[in-house]
């Protein structure tokens, strides 16, 4: 049996972990061990103890309190001393494929993490084979056993009894729209999606595109009023709605009522977005990406993520042959995925902690 146990920060979103502590069978532990300065020195004076004495003792002691017999490294690097097993999963290679979206400290702080966990023999879990291929291009010749675990979504049946038609009424949007439920980050690339809005107002077709999620980007503070000043100016207001950060219930919702999702993201580990928009059958318009491809199988409409103009008549395709406004439900096919998910995730914890003990 695994008993997953989440490690928080005390400043960390406290609805974001009580939505982490709500899901049955998750233990939380808070401490100010894992706390994150908002510089990111913390961060880096964290990853240096484990670099130099091998062992972030703190966190350490943390885990022997709480009887951890597994660590799952996401973002920390623990040491080469560390005495339990470890897995250090590793969602993308960002930092790599999009370098110019780094600070120089961020971009070395995060290469050095990799580097570290690669060097201490840590296993590595990935969300893709994508993600397998940039692993092997740009950490060449690392010997380290590699496990690529797809995870699927399942939402709480608690969160889709929330009435769709309520949800588009209190936003004040339309029957059809398409849904973009994506944070407000530079290689989220909502820019393209209001390019492609002009372009089919341009054209004398009004589509509306719904996006909600958080519009704070630490590494652009001004990108979100940015973007929505080019909305104002372009009179692209009626067409491009950013609805804030609103409950998980309305994301369904909205998702299950919508024409398609749409993903521009320029770099995705295994996208969530997608995930759910698979769980429930809506169609889905993404970014070209090699990931995307992998976790739809070829399944969605695709444009290139400088290509506004293949974006705006894919949108412009769906909205002509869209069928009328419909509600989905999860589709039957999704337990087989979670149950995918779940073998492979044992079979990875397994499969360390015999190599340990071997």
Not at 138 to 166: H, K, Q, W
Not at 167 to 187: K, S
Not at 215 to 238: I, N
Not at 248 to 271: F, K, Q, T
């Amino acid at each position: 049996m695994v008993v997953p146990v989440l490690f928080a920060g005390t400043a960390d979103d406290p609805d974001e972990i009580a939505a982490l502590a709500s899901i049955p069978g998750v233990e939380v532990v808070r401490s100010p061990v894992f706390d994150h300065g908002a510089t990111g020195l913390a961060r880096t004076t964290d990853l240096a103890r484990a670099i130099v004495f091998g062992l972030d003792a703190p966190a350490v002691a943390e885990f022997k309190a709480n009887g951890i017999d597994m660590v799952f490294e996401s973002a920390r690097f623990f040491g080469w001393r560390l005495p339990i097993p470890a897995v250090a999963w590793f969602p993308d290679f960002q930092h790599r494929l999009l370098p110019h979206l780094f600070s120089r400290g961020a971009y070395w702080r995060r290469d050095l993490g990799f580097r570290a966990q690669i060097a201490s023999g840590r296993h590595i879990m990935l969300s893709s084979a994508s993600a397998l291929g940039d692993l092997r291009k740009f950490y060449p010749g690392s010997s380290n056993g590699v496990s690529v675990v797809r995870f699927a979504s399942e939402p709480p049946v608690g969160l889709l009894t929330t009435d769709p038609s309520d949800v588009i009424a209190r936003y004040d949007l339309p029957r059809r729209y398409f849904y973009l439920p994506n944070q407000f980050w530079r290689h989220k690339n909502h820019r393209l999606v209001v390019d492609a809005l002009d372009l089919l107002k341009s054209r004398g077709r009004d589509v509306v595109v719904a996006a909600s999620g958080n519009t704070e980007d630490f590494r652009e503070s001004g990108l979100f009023d940015k973007t929505m000043s080019e909305v104002s100016s372009r009179g692209l207001e009626p067409n491009f709605k950013h609805l804030g950060m609103i409950p998980l219930d309305h994301v369904y919702a909205l998702l299950r009522a919508s024409m398609a999702l749409i993903n521009p993201s320029e770099c995705e580990g295994w996208s969530t977005t997608v995930e759910e928009a698979k769980s429930f059958g809506v169609p889905m318009i993404l970014s070209d990406i090699d990931v995307h491809r992998e976790q739809t199988g070829g399944s969605a409409r695709y444009f290139g993520i400088r290509d506004a103009a293949a974006l705006a008549d894919q949108m412009l395709q769906v909205a002509q042959t869209a069928e009328a406004a419909t509600v989905r439900n999860l589709l039957p096919n999704l337990e087989q995925r979670v149950e995918a998910f779940v073998a492979d995730f044992i079979r990875l914890t397994r499969d360390v902690m015999e190599s340990r003990a071997g």
